[in-house]
């Protein structure tokens, strides 16, 4: 008898769509490994202090953001939380830009970073030391995106360095739902809003990629949209602040 943990039925019912970012260091495997060890300890302070800012803009706990982050040796997965499907391109471009400032405190000393953003399926599975993984189609799109070398030329000419934000064609159209480019257009406009036409590869098995390249101004941050009931718990806020103060 199969162990339902491993059934078709219960993997069914735990893979959700949602918007999965990878977050790429450049040439990290080329440093020393004391270079190695600093790097990555920036980019830990840095995703740390990011995520601790997020929750006071938004009135959301860090788990309706992010359900999880997993490392990858030169960078990171970030997994969405499926009810924020369609925010992923405006995280991206915020923790490129938080990463790239954190960078600049410092000195300066990974040579780019560079993110990739594709709205697919993911998979939550407990791995063997026990802690929560992730597999699926999102994280997979996100990896062939970052890797392809003619892609990755073009999203170079498009922002004039390493540091750009890939979006794919899913990804984008989620975003265009949830902020319509005609409705947003002069909130863009004042944050230097930038997209590329459309990038297209064919992988080694034949299927087809898209995705373009997004920029905005790298001085800003854009927290997810408050929720439907911020004002009840600004409320509840405010009611235990005045309790504890009793």
């Known amino acids: ?13 735990t893979t959700f769509l949602t918007d999965v970012v990878l977050v790429d260091v450049v040439n990290f495997t080329r440093l020393s490994d004391e270079d190695q060890l600093v790097t990555g300890m920036m980019i830990n302070d840095g995703i740390k202090d990011f995520l601790g800012i997020l929750p006071e803009h938004c009135l959301l706990h860090l788990n309706e953001i992010i359900l999880s982050i997993i490392p990858t040796g030169d960078g990171f997965y970030v997994i969405l939380n499926p009810q924020l499907a369609g925010y992923g391109p405006l995280f991206a471009l915020s923790l490129r830009n938080d990463l790239l400032s954190v960078s600049k405190r410092r000195g300066g000393l990974y040579e780019g970073i560079r993110v990739v953003i594709h709205l697919g399926t993911a998979l939550p599975f407990t791995d063997a030391t026990g802690r929560k993984n992730y597999v699926g189609h999102g994280l997979n799109e996100c990896e062939r995106l970052i890797k392809n070398r003619s892609i990755r030329d073009k999203a170079i000419r498009f922002t004039g360095d390493k540091n750009y934000v890939l979006v794919s064609r899913d990804s984008w159209n989620q975003f265009n739902i949830c902020f319509p480019m005609q409705e ?11 997209v ?45 602040s005045r309790v504890a103060s009793v």
């Not at 008898?1 to 019912?13: G, K, L, T, V």
């Not at 947003?184 to 930038?194: A, E, H, N, T, V």
């Not at 034949?206 to 911020?230: L, M, T």
């Open 1 to 13: 008898m199969i162990d339902n943990e491993f059934s078709p039925s219960a993997i069914q019912a």
């Open 196 to 240: 590329s036409d459309e990038f297209e590869f064919i992988d080694d098995h034949g299927r087809k990629h898209i995705a373009r390249v997004i920029e905005i101004s790298r001085q800003i941050s854009i927290p997810p949209p408050r929720p439907r009931d911020a004002l009840d718990r600004i409320k509840r806020s405010a009611n235990g």
């Open 184 to 194: 947003f257009g002069d909130f863009w406009k004042m944050l230097d809003f930038r």
